[in-house]
């Protein structure tokens, strides 16, 4: 059984910067993908990023040149590094990891911009 432990999060002002963190706390096999949700008030879930065993990335648009992930599949962490913050980056962001078909979830950590 994985657990996701997520770490990061908290207030920032417009065009500052925030690094999450998420690290898997059992033994991990076989990660197929590693990668970050985000939920504002109101709005849907959607994929922030992800990078795939082989090192291969993927963002959403509004945070392409802005936010970059990372991560190290041995050892189940991963990272997402987010600059020049905006407002509407604000939500609960949830990091995951897809391990043999089955998608782990970490906790939610809040990153709230203000202008």
């Known amino acids: 059984q994985v657990q996701l432990v997520e770490s990061g999060g908290g207030l920032v002002q417009a065009g500052g910067s925030l690094r999450l963190s998420c690290a898997a706390s059992?033994?991990?096999?076989?990660?197929?993908?590693m990668g970050w949700f985000r939920q504002a008030p109101g709005k849907q879930r959607e994929l922030v990023a992800r990078?795939?065993?082989?090192?291969?990335?993927d963002y959403t648009d509004s945070v392409k040149g802005r936010f970059t992930i990372s991560g190290d599949n041995a050892k189940g962490t991963v990272y997402l590094q987010m600059n020049s913050l905006k407002s509407e980056d604000t939500g609960v962001y949830y990091c995951?990891?897809?391990?043999?078909?089955?998608?782990?979830w970490g906790q939610g950590t809040q990153v709230t911009v203000s202008s």
């Open positions: 990078i795939s065993r082989g090192g291969i990335t």
């Open positions: 059992g033994r991990v096999f076989s990660i197929n993908y």
């Open positions: 995951y990891q897809t391990v043999q078909m089955r998608d782990y």
